[in-house]
């Protein structure tokens, strides 16, 4: 039980001075500035910005900046800010076949349609702290200067080899769940699914992937494509009665194959699994795309055998926000529950002791 408390204030008007003390560090340093943390930890905002399921750079480098770099506290805030925000309604959906590739990497094929774009990544670097005092040079760009680059899904291609399951046709975009006006019910359809997985924490998600690579689950995936780029949002203008460009994002996508076949279907056949997030998430689109699959065994008829697989599970504490609510819910005043716990303690003693005095 909570206990609501008076008094404090000033307690907590001098709790509030300390954070914003210790938020601005030693003030002989300079500030950063919102464009100095979207420009120089990108990748702390692109998190921010899935987690707090808004794609705005300038918010999420504010954000990040309010709460200390904690990056639950940052989409936290970007999820109230979103709330304050009129909706104008919803974009067309995205069209990743038509990305402008900045990283574009195939593990399964090595000669795959369009090539492979190493792009900007760190899989190939050495992961040693850089101590010396000198300034980072810009890697020189590679096959993508010039012209931008158009591939075709990998995936694609495989399900019209009778290798990959077909994709089901799209639902219309009215029809489609959105998790931010209305809250989801189990079972979840599967496009509610990724949205909760697409603004889940990166950290759970990586780790209940992890848990079927290890061979807690079914799910023992191939990655099939990793591609990272730039996406056109359309919007249909009810005036005009078409659709124009409005915005060009940052997209990382994912799509893996279950090595085992789906022996349900006339035609056995692999079946996928898929991941899209902000800006430059690659490991966040992977991980979407292993739990994705992983949750996709009740409508592909396996028994649910280990965590990654059970929906209620997964969905209810994959949110880092919520979660992160919940757990700090206990530094609230819990006198009332703590009296009956230390009375219900001290009757099971008592009963204790009158039992070995009768013996």
């Known amino acids: 039980m909570l206990v609501a408390i008076r008094g404090g204030e000033q307690a907590i008007e001098n709790a509030e001075r300390r ?20 420009e120089q930890l990108s990748l702390a905002v692109d998190r921010a910005m899935n987690e707090g399921a808004i794609y705005d750079r ?53 000669q795959a349609p369009g090539e492979q774009f190493l792009g900007a990544t760190y899989d190939y670097s ?19 200067e010039g012209q931008p680059v158009y591939v075709a899904h990998v995936a694609a291609q495989l399900a019209a080899e009778g290798i990959a399951e077909e994709l089901v046709p799209a639902h219309r975009f009215e029809q489609v769940a959105d998790i931010t006006q209305a809250p989801i019910a189990h079972p979840v359809p599967r496009d509610a699914r990724l949205q909760a997985l697409a ?20 799910n023992f995936p191939l990655c099939v494509e990793v591609r990272i780029g730039k996406v056109n949002v359309d919007y249909v203008i009810p005036e005009l009665g078409f659709a124009i460009t409005i915005a060009r994002v940052t997209l990382s996508e994912c799509e893996i194959l279950n090595k085992k076949p789906d022996l349900q279907k006339a035609e056995p056949r692999f079946t996928r699994g898929y991941g899209l997030a902000f800006g ?19 409508e592909l008829g396996e028994t649910i055998q280990a965590p990654i697989e059970d929906e209620q599970f997964v969905l209810s504490n994959a949110d880092g926000v919520d979660a992160a609510g919940l757990l700090q819910s206990l530094k609230l005043p819990h006198y009332v529950s703590y009296q009956a716990e230390v009375e219900r303690l001290r009757e099971i003693q008592a009963a204790a002791r009158h039992k070995e005095d009768q013996q």
């Open 58 to 110: 300038h918010a999420a480098s504010q954000a990040l900046k309010q709460a200390q770099g904690d990056s639950v506290e940052a989409a936290f805030l970007l999820r109230t800010f979103r709330a304050t925000l009129p909706r104008a309604g919803y974009s067309e959906p995205l069209n990743t076949s038509s990305m402008m590739i900045e990283r574009r990497v195939s593990p399964i094929v090595k």
């Open 19 to 38: 954070v914003f003390e210790q938020r601005r560090g030693d003030p002989s340093i300079p500030e950063l500035s919102n464009d100095q943390i979207s």
């Open 280 to 298: 430059y998430s690659e490991r966040r689109a992977m991980a979407i795309a292993v739990n994705d699959r992983a949750l996709r065994g009740r």
């Open 199 to 218: 603004r889940a924490d990166e950290g759970f998600l990586t780790g209940l992937a992890n848990s079927t690579l290890q061979g807690w689950g079914q």
């Open 126 to 144: 050495h992961r040693l702290l850089n101590n010396e005092k000198r300034r980072e040079t810009a890697a020189s760009l590679d096959q993508l």
